[in-house]
C-alpha cells in the first residue's frame, strides 16, 4: 500500500520542479525529500524522474503524478468534510418544536446560528409537546423544544423558561369581562375546548374541566376557529396568542399549574451530533436575549452554559 504522505512529496516536487520549493512548501528539508522520492521508486519499482534534476518524469512518473493529483485531492476533500462534521461547522440538524417557539423564537436564533454553520442542513418540525417528545425519543429529531412529560419516556430536560397560561375567548363573552387573572375555578360552567396543553397539567381542576369537555383539537389554527365559531373556549400559553384572530381575546391565568415551563430535550443514552452539540449550547446561551422581548421568566434551572 502506498503512502499518501510519499505520494504527496512527489506531486509537490513535480509541481515545483525543485527539491528546494517543495520542501518549503512541505516544511521539509531536501534530504528528506529526497529519501522519499526514493522509498516511493523503490516500491513502484521503477524510476519516476529521468534525471538527478527532477525536472522530467518518466512514462511511469506521468503516470503517478496524474493519478496522485487525483487522489491526494479527493483525500483533502474528504478529510476536510470530516474535520467540518467533526467540529459542527457541518452536518445535519433536526429539530422539533412546540408551533409558538417555531414561529416566534427559533426564526431569530436560527438566523444567527446559521450565519456561523453555514454549511448545516437544518429541518424544523413543528407540532405539539407530545409529538416532539415522541420524535425525541424515537430518535427523528436530535433537539426539541417543548413541555417536557414527567414520566415514561428517556429523555433529558434542561429547563429554558415558562410561559403563562391564557384563556382564548370570543370578544363580549362573560369569561372576557372579568376583571383581572382568571383561575381555573373561573373556567367552571363553560364550554371548554380541550387540547394537549391542558391534558399535561398535573392540577385537579383541569382534569375535572377535561373530563367535563366534549370538544378537542391539536392544531393551535384549529382552536382558534373553533373558537371564533362560538363553539367555546381553549387555554394556550401566552405565545401562542400573539396573533389573535379578529374577535377573540385572551386573558392571564393565576395559581397553581398556570405556567407551561418549556424545555430543551434530548435523547437520554444518545450522544448528539457536533452540530447538535453546538446548537444546544448556542440556544442556552443565546435563549435570554431573545425571550426578553416576550417579558418570558427564565426557570431558575436554566442551564446557561454548554
Known sequence: MLKLDLLRA???VTRHGRLKDAGEELGRTQSAL???????EDQLGGKLFE????????????????????????????????????????????IASVPSIAALILPTLLRDFMK????????????????VRSMVDQGDADIGIAGAAKTGQSLRKEPLFE????????????????????CWQDLEGNQLIANETLAAIDVPATKSLLAQSSLSARNVSSLFAMVQNGLGYTVLPGLATRQLSEGLIAMPMNGPGCNREISLLTRNGRTLSPLALDFRSFLLRNIPRV????????????????
Open 51 to 94: 534525471t538527478d534534476r527532477k525536472t522530467e518524469l518518466t512514462d511511469l512518473g506521468l503516470y503517478v503524478r496524474d493519478l496522485s493529483d487525483e487522489l491526494l485531492r479527493e483525500n483533502d476533500r474528504i478529510q476536510n468534510l470530516i474535520m467540518d462534521y467533526a467540529r459542527g461547522h457541518s452536518g445535519r440538524l433536526r
Open 163 to 182: 410561559d403563562r397560561l391564557h384563556v382564548v375567548c370570543q370578544v363580549g363573552v362573560p369569561l372576557a369581562i372579568s376583571s383581572g387573572h382568571l
Open 34 to 40: 529526497s529519501m522519499s522520492l526514493a522509498q516511493l
Open 10 to 12: 512527489f506531486a509537490t
Open 116 to 131: 456561523i454553520h453555514h454549511a448545516a442542513e437544518v429541518e424544523l418540525t413543528d407540532s405539539d409537546s407530545a409529538s
Open 291 to 306: 425571550i426578553s422581548q416576550y417579558q418570558l421568566t427564565l426557570t431558575h434551572l436554566h442551564a446557561g452554559q454548554p
